[in-house]
């Protein structure tokens, strides 16, 4: 027994792989290339998903650029 969800399909992996990525800061071109895809709008509203990280980062860069400004 692997200790994997039975649920868990190998697509599931994919939109983790990509979402891994992009937090990663692997470019979207980088990222299409490796899926295959030749359309943006494909990777970006299908495979990519905002993670608890990318959010958090999102907001310490916004909390910078406001503590700039003062």
């Known amino acids: 027994?692997?200790?994997?969800?039975?649920?868990l399909k190998p697509h599931s992996l994919r939109h983790t792989h990509t979402s891994l990525l992009a937090?990663?800061?692997v470019s979207l071109e980088q990222i299409m290339e490796r899926l295959g895809h030749t359309d943006d709008?494909?990777?970006k509203n299908v495979y990519l998903h905002i993670t608890q990280e990318m959010k958090?980062?999102?907001s310490q860069k916004?909390?910078?650029?406001m503590r700039s400004l003062r």
Not at 1 to 7: A, F, R
Not at 62 to 65: M, Q, R, V
Request: charged share 25%; net charge negative; glycine share 10%.
């Open 41 to 43: 709008q494909i990777t």
């Open 23 to 25: 937090e990663a800061g």
């Open 1 to 7: 027994m692997s200790g994997l969800n039975p649920d």
């Open 62 to 65: 916004f909390s910078e650029l």
């Open 56 to 58: 958090k980062e999102a």
